[in-house]
């Protein structure tokens, strides 16, 4: 079982770490530890914890289109198989920065960029070419209009089935 097949527990302390760094991931720990109530030691051994349990990751976003990548598409894959494989197959592509398993008219979702329509023409052709796809198609994206990396610190009212609590 891999850290991406159990849950995790957050209490309100972690919960409220995770906030703290969502809004700003250079955050000093005293900061944090000003708002969650813990010591500054505290606080920075539960970010540890946290990173290492592979609950978050802090990271530079950047902008795609301002680092020379203009042309972001997302692309709905059918496969035969199993659809998770073939999810790790697409995932190896330099170009892909985000790949989910999903439920639907596609069985799996990427999202790449490209330098140009040309490079895009050659990644979609690279991911039609991985074993299991049988179809593709392309969402090219013409303007972003949200973004946000908030999500997943609510609270859960269903059971959970817990590994270990962070």
Do not use: N, W
Not at 66 to 84: K, L
Not at 123 to 150: H, I, M, P, W
Request: glycine share 8%.
């Amino acid at each position: 079982m891999t850290s991406r097949d159990r849950q995790v527990l957050l209490d309100d302390v972690s919960r409220g770490i995770i906030e703290q760094l969502q809004e700003d991931g250079r955050r000093s720990y005293a900061r944090i530890a000003a708002a969650v109530g813990l010591s500054e030691a505290a606080v920075r051994q539960r970010v540890q914890r946290l990173l290492d349990a592979g609950v978050m990751q802090i990271v530079a976003v950047t902008d795609p289109m301002q680092v020379g990548f203009p042309r972001q598409a997302m692309v709905g894959v059918r496969t035969s198989g199993d659809a998770r494989a073939v999810a790790d197959a697409l995932a190896a592509c330099p170009e892909v920065d985000y790949v989910v398993v999903t439920a639907g008219s596609f069985d799996v979702i990427v999202e790449g960029v490209c330098e140009d329509d040309v490079h895009l023409l050659e990644t979609a052709a690279r991911l039609r070419g991985v074993d299991g796809v049988v179809s593709t198609e392309t969402f090219v994206s013409l303007g972003l209009r949200k973004q946000t990396y908030a999500g997943g610190t609510r609270r859960t009212e269903r059971p959970l089935d817990v590994a270990s609590e962070v």
